[in-house]
């Protein structure tokens, strides 16, 4: 190679060099500058603006068991409705009550004809149905002692009297069964045929005719509590339930939920349930407005259950598909906040406290993301 020709080539790699800062070469991806910034969670905690508990008497013919039972603070009676026919009582040689206990402790209890018609679906401890009261709260009933025994295990067999047979027939609505002792057990409900609750009719000839109930039910009585009315309560069997509302006006209405969790420490009262459960439910209209008749959706938007061994058990329940809809639809969606339940509230009574305010007080923990920007924008 001439010494001319490196001269010139060497001339021509110069000017390149030179020239490169003044093409403004755009190393990064196309279109990298068009994207925009990736959008960052925002956490935070909400006090309740409104919390307020109400109790309330609710039918328990769902349970699928029929507790009998009383303390200084509950106590449990047990109706059972037969279709008893009324034909051929002469020929009537014996009446038994027989019932399948569920657990092993003693019950004694008392068992009268009822006086005054009752529907499962309605009954309660003042209530024959949704619309008509009990003349006497508890159950109104013939004071015709049919019967007294113990519950024992596995099965109990009782002789009725059949003196009253007639009343019993003709002119009462089942049996009604009183606790006598202290203490809570349970019974096998009609759900199971098996050992459902039963009356046998024993005849002159030798038969017996089976009669199993068309309804049952037991209902609750929590009126000598003595709860304070400032007292925020959650529990089962009477139904004590607390409202909470939250104000959302500092969620963006366009962003995205990625979480939202109810958590609080409750102080246990009074259970007897091993484990509680605990559902929170979308109220449906204003408790503002119409206070403990507000109406709220059935389904629990969130469940969580909890063993209460220690005071330091905190209690999380996870809504943030609820939180989401509220955010993002606030016309068609409401937020006439939350009803905290037993979770079902035919659970065996079990009371917790709830904290209006404090660390163990209700809070609301939301994180969320805002909208990305516009990749187009400018």
Known sequence: MSATFRYRFLAVLLFCFCLLPFLNCNTRPVGFDLIGSIPEEESIELPPDTIDSYAKFIPLST?????????????????LKFALKDSALDSVTAVHLILYPQGSYPQKFL???CSTDWSGSGVTWRMTDSLNQWVNPGGDYWH?????????????????????????????????LLPV????TTIVSLEK????????????????????????????????????????????????RTYIHFSLESIPPAATVTRAELKFKPLTV???????????????????????YARFAP???????YVPLDTDTVVHLEITSLVQEWVSRPDSSPNYGLLLTAEPEWLKPFRIKIFRSGPNSPKLKISYLYPPEDRFSR
Do not use: M, W
């Open 63 to 79: 349970a699928p068991y029929l507790l009998l039972g009383k303390d200084n603070q509950y106590e449990s009676r047990i109706l």
């Open 270 to 292: 009074y259970r007897r349930e091993d484990t509680i459960r605990l559902g929170v439910h979308r109220l449906t209209e204003s408790y503002r407005t119409k206070g403990k």
């Open 111 to 113: 068992c009268y004809p």
């Open 181 to 184: 002792d202290t203490g809570f």
């Open 299 to 305: 389904t629990a938007a969130g469940i969580t259950r």
């Open 144 to 176: 015709l002692l049919l019967c007294e025994g113990s519950l024992v295990k596995d099965s109990t067999v009782l002789q009725l009297n059949r003196d009253y047979l007639p009343t019993l027939v003709r002119h009462s609505y089942g049996i009604i």
């Open 193 to 240: 045929t098996s050992s459902s609750p039963r009356i046998v009719f024993s005849y002159l000839n030798g038969k017996k005719r089976t009669y199993y109930p068309t309804e049952d039910t037991h209902i609750v009585d929590s009126t000598n509590l003595g709860i304070y009315p400032e007292e925020i309560l959650v529990g089962s069997s009477v139904a004590f």
